[in-house]
């Protein structure tokens, strides 16, 4: 088994990029959508199930499983990808974010932050060095630095003060994960919505030195279009020869537009979440099949998909299932998102190696324009 981490450019279309990133567990294709299994598992479904709609990689998180079952009992069980039956890439984050959620449970200082858990109030202490500890227990192939990440909006100086702490972090966070061969560390860029301060992210993460960089601090509030007018500069401040990551984007409109913008690595819980509440993201838009509207409908969810949902249940069914609170409701419904969203990666990757990116773009917009598509 290889021990190299790297990352080939295979084709590019104006700012958007196709390649490979390796690793010793499999390669990912890029640009790559990462379904969210925050606590070892992707909701309602199987990693087998996970891996057939053309997945190569999943995120895990360090704030949840840190606290439950702690990262010290996932390493005595031999490590996450043992306990959670899947052998491909696992990406960690830093648990920055979840933290920063807490709000009134947490006390940041420059040692780290001081939270108590949600879900039994016990104290603890997430810091740089910590992060770092508990993402090479859980046996991560890609680590995250500990971050902070404020919500935006908010005003310059708190997110200039924000930046340069988790520069300070991004720091200790390179200091502590060390020498690892066949892992990789990110740094995270921040820096809100002002592009000088993405900038001077940038070089202090460039200096530090990183096996790829993530774009951090969007999708928190700022809206689409703000997003998109950082990432239309963003991506370029960070080097060209390493993978570029959005973190916790997104919707599909908010994906291509991230990938044209050349971002090679995104993830959320959008697909999932939505499928267990009913909604269902299609080429023509979004279905909820909460509506009454489906419930004598035949026809599948989406004609063109060959996911099981699609092949073998009508809407009428789904909208039973899910109007029931059947299990299978959320299973089936999640399958098919997930699928959508790689099936649509799928599509990105093709478009930008035949050069013909603009052309996809626009199909896509076009598709979903002329579709029936009902508010999230």
Request: charged residues 25%.
């Given at each position: 088994?290889?021990t190299?981490?790297?990352?080939?450019?295979d084709?590019?279309?104006?700012?958007?990029?196709?390649?490979?990133?390796?690793?010793?567990?499999?390669?990912?294709?890029?640009?790559?959508f990462?379904?969210?299994?925050?606590?070892?598992?992707?909701?309602a479904?199987?990693?087998?199930?996970?891996?057939?709609?053309?997945?190569?990689?999943?995120?895990?998180?360090?704030?949840?499983?840190?606290l439950?079952?702690?990262?010290?009992?996932i390493?005595r069980?031999?490590?996450?990808?043992?306990?959670m039956?899947?052998?491909?890439?696992i990406?960690?984050?830093?648990?920055g974010?979840?933290?920063?959620?807490?709000?009134?449970?947490?006390?940041?200082?420059?040692?780290?932050?001081?939270?108590?858990?949600?879900?039994?109030?016990?104290?603890?202490?997430?810091?740089?060095?910590?992060?770092?500890?508990?993402?090479?227990?859980?046996?991560?192939?890609?680590?995250?630095?500990?971050?902070?990440?404020?919500?935006?909006?908010?005003?310059?100086?708190?997110?200039?003060e924000?930046m340069?702490?988790?520069?300070?972090?991004?720091?200790?966070?390179?200091?502590?994960?060390?020498?690892?061969?066949?892992?990789?560390?990110?740094?995270?860029?921040?820096g809100?919505?002002?592009r000088?301060?993405?900038?001077?992210?940038?070089?202090?993460?460039k200096?530090?030195?990183?096996?790829?960089?993530?774009?951090?601090?969007?999708?928190?509030?700022?809206?689409?279009?703000?997003?998109?007018?950082?990432?239309?500069?963003?991506?370029?401040?960070?080097?060209?020869?390493?993978?570029?990551?959005?973190?916790?984007?997104?919707?599909?409109?908010?994906?291509?537009?991230?990938?044209?913008?050349?971002?090679?690595?995104?993830d959320?819980?959008?697909?999932?979440?939505?499928?267990?509440?009913?909604?269902?993201?299609?080429?023509?838009?979004?279905?909820?099949?909460?509506n009454?509207?489906?419930?004598?409908?035949?026809r599948?969810?989406?004609?063109?998909c060959?996911?099981?949902?699609?092949?073998?249940?009508?809407?009428a069914y789904?909208h039973?299932?899910?109007?029931?609170?059947?299990?299978?409701?959320?299973?089936?419904?999640?399958?098919?998102?997930?699928?959508?969203?790689?099936?649509?990666?799928?599509?990105?990757?093709?478009a930008?190696?035949?050069?013909?990116?603009?052309?996809?773009?626009?199909?896509?917009?076009?598709?979903?324009a002329?579709?029936?598509?009902?508010p999230?």
């Amino acid at each position: 088994m290889t021990t190299a981490f790297s990352f080939r450019i295979d084709a590019t279309d104006g700012a958007a990029r196709s390649g490979v990133i390796a690793t010793p567990r499999g390669k990912i294709r890029t640009p790559a959508f990462m379904p969210v299994g925050t606590a070892a598992t992707v909701k309602a479904m199987l990693p087998e199930s996970v891996r057939a709609t053309g997945a190569d990689i999943l995120l895990g998180n360090t704030y949840h499983l840190m606290l439950r079952p702690t990262a010290e009992r996932i390493a005595r069980l031999g490590g996450l990808h043992r306990f959670m039956n899947w052998e491909r890439p696992i990406l960690t984050d830093s648990g920055g974010f979840q933290v920063m959620s807490l709000a009134a449970l947490r006390k940041l200082s420059e040692e780290g932050v001081r939270f108590s858990s949600h879900i039994d109030g016990s104290r603890h202490m997430l810091s740089p060095e910590r992060s770092m500890e508990i993402q090479r227990l859980l046996g991560s192939d890609i680590v995250m630095c500990f971050d902070e990440c404020p919500a935006l909006p908010a005003p310059v100086e708190k997110v200039a003060e924000s930046m340069r702490l988790s520069m300070r972090w991004a720091q200790r966070s390179r200091d502590a994960f060390g020498d690892r061969p066949g892992h990789a560390l990110f740094g995270i860029q921040q820096g809100g919505v002002t592009r000088e301060l993405r900038a001077e992210s940038a070089e202090a993460l460039k200096a530090i030195g990183f096996d790829g960089y993530a774009v951090g601090g969007l999708a928190v509030g700022e809206g689409q279009e703000a997003m998109f007018s950082v990432l239309d500069y963003a991506p370029g401040m960070l080097p060209q020869d390493k993978p570029r990551y959005l973190m916790g984007v997104g919707k599909p409109d908010d994906i291509v537009g991230a990938v044209s913008r050349g971002i090679d690595m995104m993830d959320c819980v959008l697909p999932s979440r939505s499928g267990r509440t009913g909604q269902a993201f299609t080429r023509r838009g979004v279905v909820n099949l909460k509506n009454a509207r489906h419930q004598d409908d035949p026809r599948p969810l989406d004609e063109h998909c060959t996911c099981p949902a699609c092949r073998t249940y009508s809407r009428a069914y789904l909208h039973h299932v899910f109007r029931a609170g059947e299990i299978i409701s959320s299973m089936l419904l999640t399958w098919h998102n997930l699928h959508y969203y790689q099936e649509l990666m799928q599509g990105l990757r093709d478009a930008i190696a035949a050069g013909r990116l603009a052309a996809f773009v626009a199909e896509f917009h076009g598709q979903r324009a002329e579709g029936d598509i009902e508010p999230l």
